[in-house]
């Protein structure tokens, strides 16, 4: 007898995170999906897709109110903001009104997954307590993170659905849809530096060139999250996720001139923020010159991110004190071996 399908609906579905997480679930099989983005993605297979405005609670019921058969909720979606505080009010209310819709409309609802990253642990407000665990203490709010959390955890009290948070560091994949991706913001640095007739330099802070780093790929983290989601022994836990190599961009940069055959110059701190806001038109022809695909320049890259992400000095490692309890198969979040079920 053929195991029943599971639905899975996957905000954030044009991005990074949860575009990886579409496609691993498509490549699966077994799940009926809802894609859930303001763009369509750019990724074919058998699902449906919706365009919702999750800060609206209406539009969130008149869209998503009449699926009544979601068994699990991937939540990967995040905003920024210009002004600190829209940013945390803006992503809390969109997690709180999507779950309350889809638990309200889904009586079979099994699971929720929230993904979150560093932020948690104060990654965004400088130096931090490294090798962070899953259990360290929060730093002084506001975070929007806590504030998903905690509305999860007090949401789900009596209820027969559960929860995971996944904690990864700097995602890193192949995707055009979401601009806090790193991998791609070096790329279009590199591909800009070398139209301009610039040798490539790291654009950091000297601390930041030597200190260890983490990553964690995208194909990672959707089949880390989709075990947490299906695995009852990870059941209302956190946990930490990276590629469990250590790096340095002293290391790393050297092969990325190699790559883009540019020459290498000692690192120059820059404000990338600042100084890749007028670099659309050179992007534009680099894109006709290579037949790249055609996306505005500011959909490319958030470059406040990578910039943030080169600036801190002193080693960015996760550990993890969770590893499923119980599991003797040990799905190893902080490693980042898939050991366990994929």
């Not at 010159?289 to 996306?295: A, D, R, V, Y």
């Amino acid at each position: 007898m053929s195991k029943a399908k599971r639905t899975a609906l996957v905000t954030g579905a044009s991005g990074l995170a949860g575009g990886y997480m579409l496609t691993h679930l498509l490549e699966q099989g077994g799940w009926d999906i809802v894609a859930v983005s303001r763009r369509k993605p750019r990724i074919p297979g058998d699902y449906r897709h919706i365009a919702v405005d999750l800060l609206d609670p209406a539009d969130c019921q008149t869209k998503l109110g009449p699926l009544t058969n979601i068994s699990h909720l991937f939540y990967l979606a995040i905003t920024e903001r210009p002004d600190p505080g829209e940013t945390v009010s803006a992503n809390a209310n969109m997690f709180f009104n999507l779950v309350k819709t889809v638990e309200a409309a889904s009586p079979g609802l099994e699971h929720i997954h929230l993904s979150q990253g560093t932020r948690w642990y104060g990654n965004h407000l400088g130096p931090y307590k490294t090798p962070t665990r899953e259990d360290d203490p929060r730093h002084m709010p506001p975070n929007f993170y806590y504030d998903q959390q905690d509305f999860l955890e007090e949401f789900q009290k009596g209820k027969r659905w559960t929860w995971s948070v996944g904690r990864p560091h700097a995602v890193c994949g192949f995707s055009t849809g979401g601009p806090m991706n790193l991998t791609l913001a070096i790329a279009v640095y590199a591909n800009v530096c070398n139209a301009l007739g610039l040798p490539l330099s790291f654009p950091g802070k000297p601390g930041a060139y030597t200190a260890l780093y983490q990553c964690t790929d995208a194909a990672l983290l959707a089949k880390a999250v989709a075990w947490m989601a299906t695995d009852p022994k990870c059941a209302n836990q956190a946990f930490n996720i990276t590629n469990s190599d250590l790096i340095r961009w002293q290391n790393l940069w050297p092969k990325f001139a190699v790559f883009f055959g540019m020459e290498l110059a000692p690192p120059r701190h820059i404000n990338l923020a600042r100084s890749m806001t007028d670099k659309g038109p050179i992007w534009e022809k680099i894109v006709e010159k290579n037949g790249l695909q055609k996306f505005r320049f500011e959909e490319i890259a958030a470059w406040g991110y990578p910039r943030a992400q080169m600036s801190r000095s002193g080693r960015r490692v996760l550990a993890s004190v969770e590893s499923c309890r119980g599991d003797s198969r040990r799905y190893s979040h902080c490693r980042g071996r898939c050991r366990g079920r994929s």
